[in-house]
Structures are given as structure tokens and as C-alpha cells.
């Protein structure tokens, strides 16, 4: 089993910046990749980012350039960098995590508010 919870979120001006950050407790080994989604209000969850094990990321083309995924395996955590933060970003982003045998696991979400 494991367990991802997420931080970081808030209220932030156009422009600004915000780390988010998701812990990941549990069967640690077992994750694949780790990766960060969004929902926005009367949307579809959407992909935002995604590292693998082994360090490797991959972006969906909209955020490629000011968004940045990191992890730090000392603890646990994964991180999102997001900057030159738009209106259009605000949503509740969540954390996934993709572990062997096909499981797959979810955070609780953080919201995400861009408004002057």
C-alpha cells in the first residue's frame, strides 16, 4: 500500500510561483512513476507531469516551460514547480503514483488558486 499526501497549495497572483509537494509513504519500491495531475471545475483531469524511478520525466505539451517535476528520494517526495502562474492554472492538482502489478494510488488533491 501507499499512501501520497500533497502540500503546497494556495491562493497566488498572476505571475507568482508555487511548489507543490507530495510525500509518498508506504510501499515505497513498488512506485514506477510518480505524476501530477489537475481538475479544474467542469473539466476532465488532465496530466500535468511525470518522473519515473529512475529520474526520466515527461511534461504534457501545455506545460512544458513553467512547470518542473523533481523528486527527492531521501524523502520520499516529489515535487512541482510552477511558475508564471496563470488564471487558467487554478484547479485542485493531485498526485498520483503508478506502482507494480498494476496499482495505482492517489493523493487527496491541493487547491490551486491564480486570482489577483
Do not use: H
Amino acid at each position: 500500500q501507499v499512501q501520497l499526501v500533497e502540500s503546497g497549495g494556495g491562493l497566488v497572483q498572476p505571475g507568482g510561483s508555487l511548489r507543490l509537494s507530495c510525500a509518498a509513504s508506504g510501499s515505497i519500491v513498488s512506485i514506477k512513476s510518480m505524476g501530477w495531475y489537475r481538475q479544474a471545475p467542469g473539466k476532465q483531469r488532465e496530466l500535468v507531469a511525470a518522473i519515473t524511478s529512475g529520474g526520466s520525466t515527461n511534461y504534457a505539451d501545455s506545460f512544458k516551460g513553467r512547470f518542473t517535476i523533481s523528486r527527492d528520494n531521501a524523502k520520499n517526495t516529489v515535487y512541482l514547480q510552477m511558475n508564471s502562474l496563470k488564471p487558467e492554472d487554478t484547479a485542485v492538482y493531485y498526485c498520483n503514483a503508478d506502482a507494480v502489478w498494476r496499482r495505482e494510488y492517489w493523493g487527496q488533491g491541493t487547491q490551486v488558486t491564480v486570482s489577483s
